[in-house]
């Protein structure tokens, strides 16, 4: 069975862009949070999607935002890039909200760099 | 204050070490994940406990909820344990919230 899969891989853009970034989850999983990790730091919380809606979003500006699919798969939009957004984006999905009893399945990530 | 801390930042060991990296955390935690990423950022997780003791070939996890302290212990240390090893905090709205990370470089 596939695991949670991102893409791009990889992307360049330059400041004032826009970037969409996908992420599937593993077949049968319901909830999918996005992670944002700056070179040398730990990941940080964006959101948290379940069944469709936002059930958690972290101190990030409105500049970011998210969505998720009738299939579950969902998409990090980032408008207006700064230089500081360029870092490792993680999703991870699980059968239900992250908690005491789920297990967070992490992508390989999508590695943004700005320009 | 972050809210999860670890230590140490830095871990250099020869093969058949035994190691420590501890995470210390000051909110309210429903649980805690002891998480492994490689270099490229493939995250896997090792380890979920909200009470204990859980053990898993080399690695064992344990946790004091009334410390607010988790310890991460690998025996018989080898190369291919060199990773960076996370702690994340399950808290409020089931987020995690992570610490910064211990790169841990296992020498032959």
């Known amino acids: 069975d596939a695991g949670v899969t991102q893409s791009p891989t990889h992307l360049i853009k330059t400041r004032g862009q826009h970037v969409t970034l996908r992420c599937s989850p593993i077949?049968?999983?319901?909830?999918v949070s996005w992670y944002q990790q700056v070179l040398g730091q730990g990941p940080q919380f964006i959101f948290q999607y379940y069944e469709k809606e936002e059930r958690g979003r972290g101190n990030f500006p409105d500049r970011f935002s998210a969505r998720q699919f009738p299939n579950y798969s969902s998409e990090l939009n980032v408008n207006a890039l700064l230089l500081g957004d360029s870092a490792l984006y993680l999703c991870?999905?699980?059968?239900?909200?992250?908690?005491?009893?789920?297990?967070?399945?992490f992508g390989p990530g999508t590695r943004l760099l700005v320009l | 204050k972050n809210e999860v801390e670890q230590s140490p930042q830095n871990l250099t060991a020869q093969e058949g070490e035994f190691i420590t990296i501890n995470c210390s955390y000051s909110v309210g935690i429903s649980a805690l994940h002891w998480l492994q990423q490689h270099p490229g950022g493939g995250i896997v997780s090792l380890f979920m406990l909200s009470s204990g003791k859980k053990k898993h070939g080399r690695l064992i996890a344990t946790i004091n909820i009334q410390e607010k302290h988790s310890s991460l212990h690998i025996t018989a240390s080898h190369p291919r344990d060199s990773a960076v090893y996370i702690c994340a905090a399950v808290t409020s709205g089931s987020r995690l919230t992570f610490g910064e990370g211990t790169q841990l470089t296992v020498n032959p």
């Open positions: 991870a999905s699980s059968l239900g909200l992250a908690g005491v009893r789920e297990t967070q399945y």
């Open positions: 077949s049968g999983h319901k909830s």
